[in-house]
């Protein structure tokens, strides 16, 4: 009687390829067989050998077949399964640039991924514009602060891990801003020296706020 085993199944993390883990026969061959799954498979460095190296074309659930003959008059085989799992991916986050006092777009994290589930951990390096040092999931819209006198620039660092079955798969980093610009404030006097008629006036309008520009309008005056 001829004993098989196919090996056990595998649950893998970001490869196309796995390695196999049939039996060696005591006698006869050993083939392996593609029964199902998404895409194709190749077999190295051929499908008779126990360990061969199973590569895919595409990520999902598959079962091989391991195979024993001993010249045709004895054949067995066994099924094992082999999840390929992809690591966790995040799409790119948009950068914003906002107002001091303005409320951000909400920030929500998607993939490309469709098999399993994707989570979403994040830190932010400037937790001061108003929303946690580190949280997971989305981030919801809020109101943006600084009360500095010049931008402040948080740094926003994600991490998706996607999670299937027994599986647990991190993937690569994304990195976005949000600039908070502060609230311009005048340095300069609102009550200027009255002057006489007919004698120049002069007002020097400044901020403590880098790159601001200034504007002015006046009351009517009857007469």
């Known amino acids: 009687m001829l004993f098989r085993s196919a090996g056990p199944a595998q649950d893998l993390c970001s490869t196309l390829a796995a390695t196999m883990a049939g039996n ?5 061959t050993g083939i392996w067989t593609f029964v199902s799954g998404p895409g194709g498979v190749g ?47 995040v799409d790119q986050p948009g950068n914003q640039i906002l107002c001091n006092g303005v409320n951000t777009a909400a920030i929500n994290f998607t993939t ?12 932010n390096s400037v937790p001061g514009i108003g929303f946690a040092a580190s949280g997971s999931g989305n981030i919801a819209s809020f109101t943006a602060l600084n009360a500095t006198t010049a931008p402040v620039v948080a740094t926003i660092i994600v991490t998706p891990t996607l999670t299937n079955g027994p599986a647990i798969c991190v993937g690569s980093t994304k990195t976005f801003t949000i600039t908070v610009n502060p609230t311009p404030t005048l340095t300069t006097t609102l009550a200027p020296a009255d002057v006489c ?15 601001t520009t200034f ?4 009351a009517t005056i009857a007469g």
């Open 112 to 123: 490309t991924n469709v098999i399993g589930t994707t989570t979403y951990a994040w830190i």
């Open 43 to 89: 077999f190295t460095p051929t499908a008779n050998t126990p360990n061969a190296t199973a590569t895919v074309t595409v990520y999902g659930s598959y079962v091989f077949k391991w195979t024993l003959d001993n010249g045709g008059v004895c054949s067995t085989n066994q099924n094992v399964t082999i999840n390929y799992n992809p690591a966790g991916q």
């Open 24 to 28: 060696a026969p005591a006698a006869g």
């Open 215 to 218: 504007n002015w309008s006046r």
């Open 197 to 211: 008629s007919n004698t120049v006036f002069s007002y020097p309008p400044a901020s403590a706020t880098a790159g």
